[in-house]
């Protein structure tokens, strides 16, 4: 996922080797665990979620990772000094928090100068991201455990928790691609602001990029995946 996502002449997951790398809401620790392959020197995987964060250092101690520490904080409030990473790794996050400028404003603090940054985020527009808000809406009327019970009784298996993330997620926002560059170039300032075209058939790009039937109608702005560029001179 990670190289099919990450597929730009910009930049290559092997240019991670000996860098220090930050995994900004890192869940579980799937895609930090992924990133610690590549070489680095050292990867934090940075989230509040205490679960989650188990996890992962389980699977560290397990597999007997060196380079791997999880820590747990606010990804608003960063307890890292400026210019400290040579890579931040942020997908699906920062949407959910209560102040997306805030936290990609930390993300580009603590990124060194000359530093990338691949960031996720939800797009909007389109009746698949509408939908998302409707849905929202209708299950704050709907008790979670009577949800969770009609997706087991269905046969739903355990580990696929993305609908009930769709439905109750507390904070969710949408952002037009216009919106989104307009904060990353002009209000943050980042030098480079390049949009990435994810490889992977079942994201939304794919429906868009191969001009399927009414796919800007149904996918509006697909996915917002950027690779960002910190400015060398700060």
Same mark, same amino acid.
């Given at each position: ?41 050292? %990867? ?39 210019? *400290? ?9 920062? *949407? ?33 991201? &509408? ?20 997706? &087991?009784? %269905? ?15 507390? %904070? ?24 990435? %075209? ?25 996915? *917002? ?10």
């Amino acid at each position: 996922l990670l190289e099919k996502r990450i597929n730009t002449s910009s930049f290559n997951l092997s240019e991670l080797k000996n860098q220090t790398v930050l995994d900004l809401g890192c869940g579980s620790g799937r895609y930090t665990l992924a990133l610690s392959t590549y070489g680095c020197q050292n %990867i934090i995987g940075y989230d509040m979620g205490d679960q989650g964060l188990e996890v992962g250092r389980s699977i560290t101690k397990k597999n007997k990772l060196n380079n791997v520490t999880f820590i747990k904080g606010n990804v608003l409030d960063l307890p890292f000094d400026n210019d *400290h990473f040579d890579f931040i790794f942020c997908n699906g996050v920062l *949407h959910h928090t209560k102040n997306m400028e805030k936290g990609i404003q930390e993300l580009y603090r603590v990124l060194k100068p000359g530093g990338q940054s691949f960031l996720y985020l939800y797009a909007a527009r389109g009746l698949f991201w &509408d939908f998302r808000e409707r849905a929202r809406e209708i299950f704050k009327k709907i008790l979670r455990k009577y949800s969770q019970y009609v997706l &087991d009784m %269905i046969g739903l298996p355990s580990n696929r928790f993305i609908f009930m993330d769709t439905w109750y997620v507390p %904070i969710e926002r949408h952002t037009t691609r216009d919106d989104l560059e307009k904060i990353l170039k002009t209000e943050i300032g980042f030098q480079s602001v390049e949009k990435l %075209i994810s490889q992977n058939s079942t994201d939304l790009e794919s429906y868009i990029n191969n001009k399927r039937p009414y796919s800007e109608e149904l996918y509006g702005d697909g996915e *917002h995946r950027y690779l960002l560029t910190k400015n060398k001179i700060e």
